[in-house]
């Protein structure tokens, strides 16, 4: 009860706010939409003992620019593949729910560098059972514009840390490539 609790006063105002200024922004042509191919690695820790698995996802994220170099971001994303941390155990993401704030440094006329930070929830399955937690996202990249509207984009991501059973813990990051369109 109390982890909803935290999770609804944490994303409710950050996606009414989100809706808020994309709203404004499309209007001014500052909106954008993107999506990803996420290469994940997520790692478990349980006393001294690592599995690895590297499952595939997508990324969706719709946003705006509210002042020249800085904006904000809503995040959705789901699994598309699972892998094996053990013979018996697989690793996926399930889906992942977030907003982010966004700062932008322009290298040219046809390039960026950004940063990204900002909170999630991220529901995943270890093994057979399945686990989710809020936390802190961040990532950086950069991106190259195909044309006045479209760029190609390529970041490395942290997600949420989420903690497990006997004290482990499950550590997620991933290569993102994906493509934006502003609007």
């Known amino acids: 009860m109390r982890t909803q ?17 994309a709203s404004s922004a499309v209007a001014k ?13 997520m790692e478990v820790t349980s006393g001294s003992t690592k599995y690895d698995a590297k499952p595939g996802s997508i990324q969706l994220r719709l946003g705006t620019t509210f002042a020249e170099f800085i904006g904000i971001e809503g995040v959705f994303a789901f699994g598309i593949t699972d892998d094996d941390f053990t013979t018996d155990n697989k690793g996926k993401l399930n889906t992942l729910f977030g ?17 990204r930070v900002g909170g999630a929830q991220m529901d995943v399955d270890v093994g057979k059972q399945s686990y989710d937690d809020t936390g802190i996202m961040y990532s950086v990249g950069f991106d190259i514009r195909t044309s006045r509207y479209g760029a190609v984009v390529m970041e ?13 813990k499950l550590e997620t990051s991933s290569i993102n490539l994906g493509y934006r369109l502003r609007f």
Do not use: R, W
């Open 5 to 21: 609790f935290v999770k609804s006063v944490i994303f409710m105002p950050l996606a009414a706010a989100l809706l808020g200024v």
């Open 156 to 168: 490395y991501q942290v997600l949420p840390e989420i903690d497990l059973p006997e004290g482990g």
């Open 99 to 115: 907003a982010n704030a966004v700062g932008t440094i322009p290298l040219g006329e046809k390039a960026d560098l950004f940063g």
């Open 29 to 41: 042509e500052k909106g954008y939409s993107e999506i990803y191919y996420m290469h994940m690695d």
